[in-house]
């Protein structure tokens, strides 16, 4: 059975920092491609991040390009978003979600959107308070 566990969200004060992470189970990690993806309330779920366990492979959402980052520890089969300088706007409830790489569009530009993922875990509610 695929599960995703998130863990790590919280409340912290504009400018400040969160680690997320992602603990997955029940699949062959590194053939996996991983996201995170947010929803505000009232809002679509939007896309963050993601990345190929298999080559490493990244692409992140213009809105947190510089101030976010995704990375995986395959031993660890665990997927983390360090999300810096966080703003306001960053408050929503982020989820981790996974797909087989080989259903993944080989543009990776694509990869943030909803409809490419079968497997989602329950969510993690990061506030951020300005």
């Known amino acids: 059975e695929v599960r995703l566990v998130e863990s790590g969200g919280g409340l912290v004060q504009a400018g400040g920092s969160l680690r997320l992470s992602c603990a997955a189970s029940?699949?062959?990690?590194?053939?996996?491609?991983i996201a995170w993806f947010r929803q505000a309330p009232g809002k679509e779920r939007e896309g963050v991040s993601c990345?190929?366990?298999?080559?490493?492979?990244?692409y992140s959402a213009d809105s947190v390009k510089g101030r976010f980052t995704i990375s995986t520890d395959n031993a660890k089969n665990t997927v983390y978003l360090q999300m810096n300088s966080l703003k306001p706007e960053d408050t929503a409830v982020y989820y981790c979600?996974?797909?087989?790489?080989?259903?993944?569009?080989?543009?990776?530009?694509?990869?943030?959107?909803?409809?490419?993922?079968?497997?989602w875990g329950q969510g993690t509610q990061v506030t951020v308070s300005s």
């Open positions: 979600a996974a797909q087989k790489d080989f259903k993944m569009p080989a543009d990776m530009t694509k990869n943030l959107e909803v409809r490419h993922y079968d497997y």
């Open positions: 029940g699949f062959t990690f590194h053939d996996y491609t």
């Open positions: 990345i190929s366990s298999s080559d490493g492979g990244t």
